[in-house]
Protein backbone atom coordinates (compact mmCIF):
# COMPACT_ATOMS: atom_id res chain seq x y z
CA UNK A 1 0.00 0.00 0.00
CA UNK A 2 0.77 3.73 -0.41
CA UNK A 3 0.42 6.88 1.60
CA UNK A 4 -1.11 9.85 -1.04
CA UNK A 5 -0.64 13.40 -1.33
CA UNK A 6 -3.53 14.84 0.73
CA UNK A 7 -4.95 18.48 -1.06
CA UNK A 8 -4.92 21.28 1.08
CA UNK A 9 -7.88 23.34 1.54
CA UNK A 10 -8.70 25.78 -0.77
CA UNK A 11 -7.52 23.46 -3.62
CA UNK A 12 -10.06 23.61 -6.45
CA UNK A 13 -9.60 20.02 -6.65
CA UNK A 14 -11.10 19.27 -3.52
CA UNK A 15 -14.75 21.04 -5.12
CA UNK A 16 -14.61 18.13 -7.80
CA UNK A 17 -17.54 15.85 -7.43
CA UNK A 18 -16.46 12.60 -7.16
CA UNK A 19 -18.43 9.86 -9.84
CA UNK A 20 -19.51 6.79 -8.82
CA UNK A 21 -17.66 3.60 -8.76
CA UNK A 22 -18.33 0.82 -11.47
CA UNK A 23 -17.41 -1.86 -9.76
CA UNK A 24 -15.24 -2.43 -7.28
CA UNK A 25 -12.63 -4.09 -8.59
CA UNK A 26 -8.70 -4.34 -8.03
CA UNK A 27 -8.19 -1.03 -8.42
CA UNK A 28 -11.07 -0.47 -5.58
CA UNK A 29 -9.11 -2.16 -3.48
CA UNK A 30 -5.82 -1.12 -3.95
CA UNK A 31 -7.23 2.14 -3.56
CA UNK A 32 -9.33 1.65 -0.34
CA UNK A 33 -5.91 0.01 0.97
CA UNK A 34 -3.97 3.02 0.07
CA UNK A 35 -6.73 5.75 1.90
CA UNK A 36 -6.85 3.66 4.85
CA UNK A 37 -2.86 3.71 5.42
CA UNK A 38 -2.68 7.38 4.22
CA UNK A 39 -5.50 7.82 6.86
CA UNK A 40 -3.34 6.25 9.64
CA UNK A 41 -0.19 7.80 9.02
CA UNK A 42 -2.02 11.41 9.03
CA UNK A 43 -3.38 10.72 11.19
CA UNK A 44 -6.82 10.47 10.82
CA UNK A 45 -10.43 9.58 11.55
CA UNK A 46 -11.72 9.51 8.08
CA UNK A 47 -10.54 10.56 4.33
CA UNK A 48 -12.46 10.70 1.29
CA UNK A 49 -10.81 9.33 -1.97
CA UNK A 50 -11.01 12.99 -3.22
CA UNK A 51 -9.14 14.77 -1.04
CA UNK A 52 -6.18 12.69 -2.67
CA UNK A 53 -7.03 13.64 -5.87
CA UNK A 54 -9.01 10.37 -6.81
CA UNK A 55 -12.62 11.84 -7.56
CA UNK A 56 -14.08 8.35 -6.88
CA UNK A 57 -17.18 8.05 -4.50
CA UNK A 58 -14.94 5.96 -2.15
CA UNK A 59 -14.29 6.97 1.72
CA UNK A 60 -12.27 5.16 4.81
CA UNK A 61 -12.90 5.99 8.58
CA UNK A 62 -11.98 4.53 11.65
CA UNK A 63 -13.27 6.14 14.58
CA UNK A 64 -12.18 3.18 17.47
CA UNK A 65 -9.46 3.31 19.86
CA UNK A 66 -7.55 0.76 19.27
CA UNK A 67 -7.62 1.72 15.27
CA UNK A 68 -8.57 -1.45 13.82
CA UNK A 69 -12.15 -1.53 13.02
CA UNK A 70 -11.37 -0.25 9.06
CA UNK A 71 -15.22 0.99 7.92
CA UNK A 72 -14.87 1.46 3.74
CA UNK A 73 -18.04 2.67 2.02
CA UNK A 74 -17.95 2.28 -1.82
CA UNK A 75 -20.71 4.86 -3.48
CA UNK A 76 -22.17 5.98 -0.23
CA UNK A 77 -25.93 6.96 0.11
CA UNK A 78 -27.80 8.75 2.96
CA UNK A 79 -31.02 7.30 3.27
CA UNK A 80 -31.86 8.95 6.35
CA UNK A 81 -30.63 11.45 8.67
CA UNK A 82 -32.19 13.03 11.75
CA UNK A 83 -31.69 14.69 14.96
CA UNK A 84 -29.10 17.36 15.40
CA UNK A 85 -25.79 17.82 17.30
CA UNK A 86 -23.00 19.86 17.38
CA UNK A 87 -19.71 18.45 16.92
CA UNK A 88 -15.81 20.01 16.71
CA UNK A 89 -14.42 18.95 13.39
CA UNK A 90 -11.01 18.92 11.58
CA UNK A 91 -9.85 17.58 8.58
CA UNK A 92 -6.80 16.35 6.94
CA UNK A 93 -7.36 19.11 4.17
CA UNK A 94 -7.14 21.77 6.57
CA UNK A 95 -4.70 21.44 9.12
CA UNK A 96 -4.95 22.47 12.77
CA UNK A 97 -8.55 24.12 12.11
CA UNK A 98 -10.88 22.75 14.65
CA UNK A 99 -14.41 24.40 14.23
CA UNK A 100 -18.01 23.27 15.48
CA UNK A 101 -20.62 22.35 12.65
CA UNK A 102 -24.04 21.29 13.17
CA UNK A 103 -24.87 17.39 11.46
CA UNK A 104 -27.51 15.42 11.81
CA UNK A 105 -27.21 13.06 14.78
CA UNK A 106 -28.54 10.22 13.35
CA UNK A 107 -27.86 8.64 9.87
CA UNK A 108 -28.24 5.49 7.88
CA UNK A 109 -26.13 4.61 5.08
CA UNK A 110 -26.00 2.52 2.17
CA UNK A 111 -22.96 1.68 0.50
CA UNK A 112 -20.95 -1.37 -0.81
CA UNK A 113 -18.55 -2.78 1.68
CA UNK A 114 -14.58 -3.40 0.03
CA UNK A 115 -15.96 -6.51 -1.68
CA UNK A 116 -18.27 -4.68 -3.92
CA UNK A 117 -21.66 -6.29 -1.19
CA UNK A 118 -24.20 -3.61 -0.18
CA UNK A 119 -24.83 -3.25 3.63
CA UNK A 120 -26.77 -0.57 5.53
CA UNK A 121 -25.14 1.16 8.43
CA UNK A 122 -26.72 3.08 11.08
CA UNK A 123 -24.70 5.48 13.04
CA UNK A 124 -24.84 7.82 15.54
CA UNK A 125 -21.78 10.79 17.26
CA UNK A 126 -18.78 10.50 16.02
CA UNK A 127 -19.11 7.69 13.12
CA UNK A 128 -22.10 9.61 12.16
CA UNK A 129 -20.44 12.94 12.14
CA UNK A 130 -17.30 10.98 10.43
CA UNK A 131 -19.62 9.76 7.42
CA UNK A 132 -21.07 12.88 6.87
CA UNK A 133 -18.16 14.75 6.67
CA UNK A 134 -16.35 12.22 4.49
CA UNK A 135 -19.63 12.34 2.10
CA UNK A 136 -19.37 15.74 1.98
CA UNK A 137 -16.06 15.70 0.30
CA UNK A 138 -17.66 13.55 -2.44
CA UNK A 139 -19.71 16.20 -3.30
CA UNK A 140 -16.76 18.88 -3.28
CA UNK A 141 -17.54 20.64 -0.14
CA UNK A 142 -15.47 21.28 2.36
CA UNK A 143 -16.11 21.24 6.21
CA UNK A 144 -14.92 25.15 6.42
CA UNK A 145 -17.71 25.74 4.06
CA UNK A 146 -20.31 25.07 6.80
CA UNK A 147 -19.08 27.77 8.69
CA UNK A 148 -19.71 31.53 8.56
CA UNK A 149 -18.12 33.78 6.04
CA UNK A 150 -16.37 35.38 9.41
CA UNK A 151 -14.94 32.17 10.62
CA UNK A 152 -14.18 30.65 7.38
CA UNK A 153 -11.67 33.17 6.57
CA UNK A 154 -10.20 33.22 9.88
CA UNK A 155 -9.52 29.61 9.03
CA UNK A 156 -7.91 30.26 5.37
CA UNK A 157 -5.87 32.73 7.46
CA UNK A 158 -4.82 29.91 9.99
CA UNK A 159 -3.70 27.58 6.86
CA UNK A 160 -1.55 30.58 5.05
CA UNK A 161 0.19 31.47 8.24
CA UNK A 162 0.72 27.63 8.69
CA UNK A 163 2.06 27.10 5.10
CA UNK A 164 4.21 30.37 5.57
CA UNK A 165 5.68 28.52 8.84
CA UNK A 166 6.50 25.47 7.00
CA UNK A 167 8.25 27.25 4.25
CA UNK A 168 10.37 29.09 7.06
CA UNK A 169 11.31 26.21 8.74
Aim: aromatic share 4%.
Amino acid sequence: MAILPILEYPDPRLHRIAAPVATVDESVKTLIGDLADTMYAAPGVGLAATQCDVHQRVIVIDVSDTRDQLLALVNPVILRADGEQLFEEGCLSVPGVYEEVKRAEHVLVEALDREGQRFTLEASGLLAVCIQHEMDHLMGKVFVEHLSPLKRNRAVQKLRKRRRERADA
